[in-house]
């Protein structure tokens, strides 16, 4: 009877010995650290699409800035509306901010390109953006430019 090591087996019955696949505990457990990865990181995402975007806004209204200027020198006057500069808006842009070019006729002749934030840009702690004739930039917050 005892001769052999190992030889005696005690009865395995209703006990699964190479289970596979994985159980209800260990899939919660793998869940709740997927959800405090996405606390953590969906934040930061959402912030540094805000950014992007804002930059994205900046760089464009440079750009219209610098074809108004051209205009100027060409036709003695600004573009009168943002499809006459002949840049057009990024998409990304367009559905962020809501865009609005004025001209003033002068004398001096004038314009102001204005960026408000749409629901899209919701948490944008820079707010409005602006920028005239005389390249003059503003934000509603001090260094957003």
Same mark, same amino acid.
Do not use: N
């Given at each position: 009877m005892f001769g052999r090591l190992g030889a005696h087996r005690w009865p395995t019955r209703g006990v699964r010995r190479n289970a596979?696949?994985?159980?209800?505990?260990? @899939?919660?457990v793998a869940l709740a650290v997927v959800a405090v990865l996405l606390s953590v990181a969906l934040p930061s995402y959402r912030d540094s699409v805000r950014k992007s975007t804002r930059a994205e806004a900046q760089a464009w209204m440079l750009a219209v800035a610098g074809r108004q200027q051209q205009f100027l020198v060409d036709r003695?006057?600004?573009?009168?509306? +943002?499809?006459?500069?002949? +840049?057009a808006v990024p998409a990304s842009v367009a559905a962020a901010y809501t865009l609005? @070019?004025? #001209?003033?006729?002068?004398?001096?002749?004038?314009?102001?390109?204005?960026?408000?934030?749409?629901?899209?840009?919701?948490?944008?702690?820079?707010?409005?953006?602006?920028?005239?004739?005389?390249?003059?930039?503003?934000?509603? #917050?001090?260094g957003c430019w």
């Open positions: 596979h696949g994985i159980t209800l505990i260990e @899939l919660m003695r006057a600004y573009a009168s509306s +943002i499809a006459d500069v002949g +840049i609005d @070019l004025t #001209v003033q006729a002068g004398p001096p002749p004038g314009f102001s390109l204005d960026a408000v934030p749409k629901d899209r840009q919701v948490g944008e702690r820079c707010g409005s953006l602006a920028i005239d004739q005389a390249g003059v930039k503003a934000a509603d #917050v001090e």
